[in-house]
Nanobody, 122 residues
Framework: VQLQASGGGLVQAGGSLRLSCAAS????????MGWFRQAPGKERDVVAA????????YYADSVKGRFTISRDNAKNTVYLQMNSLKPEDTAVYYC????????????????WGQGTQVTVSS
């Protein structure tokens, strides 16, 4: 399984970014995909997750109403649309995959993409 994350960058507070995670190497219908983020000196925390089969989602409280996770089955790609960005959203964002339904804990995910930096200026 290979995961390729992209779409990070520098944006002003209130702006938007869309992260993409292109997945390859197998069929992902039985998998869950998650977006995590890690700021300097902090733990890697879940931002959002989605079950590939039925599209059910989870969001951390800090991003509810601002971020949207979605998937494109034809492209084997998961997206994270981030709106109304805040400086505290600044972190390296990672996508991850696990066999089964989504869970919030990072250590339950088996496959990880490289991180993409998101920086939100005030």
């Amino acid at each position: 399984v290979q995961l390729q994350a992209s779409g990070g960058g520098l944006v002003q507070a209130g702006g938007s970014l869309r992260l993409s995670c292109a997945a390859s190497g197998r069929t992902f219908s039985g998998y869950a995909m998650g977006w995590f983020r890690q700021a300097p000196g902090k733990e890697r925390d879940v931002v959002a997750a989605i079950n590939w089969s039925d599209g059910s989602t989870y969001y951390a409280d800090s991003v509810k109403g601002r971020f949207t996770i979605s998937r494109d089955n034809a492209k084997n790609t998961v997206y994270l649309q981030m709106n109304s960005l805040k400086p505290e959203d600044t972190a390296v964002y990672y996508c991850a995959a696990r066999l089964g339904r989504w869970v919030a804990a990072a250590n339950w995910y088996d496959y990880w993409g490289q991180g993409t930096q998101v920086t939100v200026s005030s």
